[in-house]
C-alpha cells in the first residue's frame, strides 16, 4: 500500500518511477546506481518490529540522504507544498524485471566464485520471511552451495522471530546448523542489509567479529586501506587495522554515518557491529548478500572453519548497560562527563557520546539513546572483571550527575 502511494506520488510530480518490486534494500539501492536514476526510495522498517514501516530515501549512488536532506522533504511533506505537474507530464510507472538478476551478478564479481564452488559448502539460510530468501539461496546455489532456507515465505507479520537478528533469536537457525552439519549459518534482518552468521558448531557469531575476518583478509591482500567503523564497535575491529597499518576511521553509531565517512575518505570498507559490512568496491551500503559471499569467500580462500577464523581474532569481554535519565538533563550530563574526561587526561573521543580507553586496552562507551530517556553504556576489556567494573564505576559517576 505505501509503495503504491509513494510511487503516484512521485509519478504526480512528473517523475518516472522505476519499481523494483519486492527486494532487499541493498538490491534497490545497487540499482539506483547501476541503473543511472536519480534516486531510489525503500519501503521498510528494517530490522523494526512488524508494527512499524519506513520509507528510506536514497541518492543517485543508492546511499541513504543525510539528515538535513530528509529534513527537507518532510518540511515539503507537512507544509504540503509539493508542485504537482500538469496532466501532460505526469509520470509513468516502469517494471524493473531485471533488477534481482544484476544485482545478483554483480555481487559474484567481487569474489572466486570457483574456490568457493569447488568446496561445495552447505549454507542455511534465514532470511526472517523477509525479501532477503528472494536473492541470497539463488545466489548459493549458482556459487556451488547447498542451500536449506528456513522461515523463506514473504510475510510482513514476521511470524518467525523477531526482524532484528540477534543471539537470543536465532536458536531455530543454529540448531539447524547443527542437525544439517553445515559449514554456515545466516541471518538476516527485514530488508536483508544487515547479516549475522552462526558457524559451524551452532555458535552465532556478533557482527564485528565476522566483519573483522573479512576486515584481515582483505588487509593482507592489500585491497582495502582504510577501515571506517562505529565507535560503538569492538577494539577488534581497531586491534586488526592497527596489525596492518591501516587507519581505523571512527564514525557516529548508524549506517548512514558509515556511508558518508566512506564517500568522503575514499575508503573502502566499513563495518558495524550489529552485522552491517560496507563493501565500497561493490557499494559503500550495509549488504547482507554481498557480506555472505564475502564469509564465503574467506573460508573458501583460507580453507579454514568460520569458527577457526573467529577464534584466531583476539578476544574481548563486553558489557552493555542503561541508566535512566530525564531527556532534557542529556546534553548537560554529556557536556559534565567530558569535562571531567579531560580534567583526568583520559584518552578518548566524542564523536557520539564520548568513548574512553584505557592504557590495558580496556574501554567505555558513554552515549544517550536517541530515542529513549536513557543512557548507555558498553565496557570492553580482555577480562571480563574489567568491563564490569568499568560500567559501575561509571553507572555511579553518572548516577551522582542525573541526581545531584
Ligand atoms: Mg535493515
Not at 24 to 41: E, H, K, M, V
Not at 69 to 95: M, N, P
Not at 206 to 228: H, M
Not at 255 to 268: G, L, Q, Y
Request: with cysteine; aromatic share 6%.
Amino acid at each position: 500500500m505505501l509503495a503504491e502511494i509513494v510511487s503516484s506520488g512521485l509519478a504526480a510530480t512528473g517523475c518516472t518511477v522505476h519499481l523494483g518490486g519486492l527486494a532487499p534494500t541493498p538490491c534497490i539501492q545497487f540499482t539506483a546506481r547501476n541503473q543511472r536514476l536519480d534516486g531510489g526510495i525503500m519501503i521498510t522498517a528494517s530490522h523494526n518490529p512488524p508494527q512499524f514501516n519506513g520509507i528510506k530515501v536514497l541518492g543517485n549512488d543508492g546511499v541513504e540522504i543525510p539528515r538535513q536532506e530528509e529534513a527537507e522533504i518532510e518540511e515539503i511533506f507537512f507544509t504540503a507544498k509539493a508542485e504537482h505537474a500538469s496532466w501532460q507530464r505526469i509520470g509513468r510507472k516502469r517494471a524493473l524485471p531485471e533488477a534481482h538478476e544484476e544485482y545478483k551478478e554483480a555481487i559474484k564479481k567481487h569474489i572466486d566464485p570457483e574456490t568457493v564452488g569447488r568446496k561445495n559448502y552447505r549454507v542455511v539460510v534465514d532470511p526472517v520471511n523477509g525479501v532477503g530468501g528472494l536473492i541470497t539461496p539463488r545466489l548459493l546455489k549458482e556459487l556451488g552451495c547447498r542451500v536449506t532456507t528456513i522461515n523463506a515465505e514473504i510475510d510482513g507479520t514476521f511470524p518467525s522471530r523477531t526482524p532484528e537478528p540477534r543471539p537470543e533469536s536465532l536458536h531455530e537457525l543454529s540448531t539447524i546448523v547443527k542437525t544439517e552439519q553445515a559449514d554456515l549459518g545466516v541471518a538476516f534482518d527485514g530488508d536483508a542489509d544487515r547479516a549475522i552468521f552462526v558457524d559451524e558448531k551452532g555458535e552465532v557469531q556478533w557482527g564485528d567479529r565476522t566483519f573483522a575476518i573479512i576486515e584481515e583478509f582483505l588487509l593482507e591482500r592489500n585491497q582495502v586501506e582504510k577501515i571506517v567503523t562505529p565507535v560503538s564497535s569492538s577494539q577488534v575491529v581497531k586491534d586488526v587495522a592497527d596489525k596492518h597499518g591501516a587507519k581505523t576511521i571512527l564514525t557516529r553509531v548508524g549506517s548512514t554515518a558509515v556511508s558518508h565517512t566512506m564517500k568522503k575518505s575514499s575508503a573502502k570498507l566499513g563495518g558495524e557491529e550489529n552485522g552491517g559490512v560496507f563493501y565500497g568496491p561493490h557499494q559503500p551500503v550495509r549488504d547482507g548478500a554481498m557480506t555472505t559471499a564475502l564469509v564465503l569467500n574467506v573460508m573458501a580462500k583460507t580453507g579454514k572453519k568460520l569458527s577457526d577464523l573467529i577464534n584466531a581474532l583476539p578476544r574481548y569481554h563486553l558489557e552493555k548497560d542503561t541508566i535512566k535519565c530525564p531527556i532534557n538533563l542529556k546534553p548537560m550530563i554529556l557536556e559534565e562527563l567530558i569535562s571531567k574526561v579531560r580534567d583526568h587526561n583520559l584518552s578518548h573521543d566524542t564523536i557520539d557520546g564520548v568513548k574512553i580507553w584505557y592504557p590495558d586496552n580496556s574501554s567505555i562507551l558513554i552515549r544517550p539513546s536517541g530515542t529513549e530517556p536513557l543512557y548507555r553504556f558498553y565496557a570492553e576489556a580482555k577480562a571480563k572483571a574489567r568491563a564490569s567494573e568499568l560500567v559501575r564505576e561509571y553507572k555511579r559517576k553518572l548516577t551522582a550527575m542525573i541526581h545531584p
